[in-house]
T-cell receptor, first 109, second 114 residues
Framework: AQRVTQPEKLLSVFKGAPVELKCNYSYSGSPELFWYVQYSRQRLQLLLRHISRESIKGFTADLNKGETSFHLKKPFAQEEDSAMYYCALSIQGAQKLVFGQGTRLTINP | ETGVTQSPTHLIKTRGQQVTLRCSSQSGHNTVSWYQQALGQGPQFIFQYYREEENGRGNFPPRFSGLQFPNYSSELNVNALELDDSALYLC?????????????FGPGTRLTVT
């Protein structure tokens, strides 16, 4: 079965500190993974996808197939990074995204 | 460019009733996916519509059904409502079925079943 696990429901770090949001997946096929973000009073939106290997708002995520992980990282957190973050797995052929439970990130001043 | 819109914003229904939720896709998008998000959980895929045909379904019973219209707007219908159907229902549109990963979400409809 396909599954995405985000072990931390809540994560709190200080401004300027590094941040890492964990994501592990279970999928027998070739995985396509994404991070979606929801800022306060805004809609869920795509943050980044592993295939593009780009950095968005200073965030990066590397797909580690050996550890079946796709952790989201940022070296220096900013207050505007406070949001709900969801890791998602694209299931090809089934035309769907499987989301994790989400991690609420709070950046303290 | 018009974003994804959903109506109504909030809805309260009684167990056993039926409900219809509506979604207008982003301009130029022909694919709509519906998700159920229970409190404290991530969105869970219900089904997807591509060019008016169902194009994938999650683990939801048949009382969850949908439609897509020629203008690519969509409806989610839920019959015989149960208390556990209380959730935020999200609609997301994408350019086409091959770009499902980049989905543009609406604000959601909050359904409460009493």
């Amino acid at each position: 079965a396909q599954r995405v696990t985000q072990p931390e429901k809540l994560l709190s770090v200080f401004k300027g500190a590094p941040v890492e949001l964990k994501c592990n997946y279970s999928y027998s096929g070739s995985p396509e993974l994404f991070w979606y973000v929801q800022y306060s009073r805004q809609r869920l939106q795509l943050l980044l996808r592993h295939i593009s290997r780009e950095s968005i708002k200073g965030f990066t995520a590397d797909l580690n197939k050996g550890e079946t992980s796709f952790h989201l990282k940022k070296p220096f957190a900013q207050e505007e990074d406070s949001a709900m973050y969801y890791c998602a797995l694209s299931i090809q052929g089934a035309q769907k995204l499987v989301f994790g439970q989400g991690t609420r990130l709070t950046i303290n001043p | 460019e018009t974003g994804v819109t959903q109506s109504p914003t909030h809805l309260i229904k009684t167990r056993g009733q039926q409900v219809t939720l509506r979604c207008s896709s982003q301009s130029g998008h022909n694919t709509v996916s519906w998700y159920q998000q229970a409190l404290g959980q991530g969105p869970q895929f219900i089904f997807q519509y591509y060019r008016e045909e169902e194009n994938g379904r999650g683990n939801f019973p048949p009382r969850f059904s949908g439609l897509q219209f020629p203008n690519y707007s969509s409806e989610l219908n839920v019959n015989a409502l149960e208390l556990d159907d209380s959730a935020l229902y999200l609609c997301a549109s994408s350019l086409d079925a091959s770009t499902t990963y980049e989905q543009y979400f609406g604000p959601g409809t909050r359904l409460t079943v009493t």
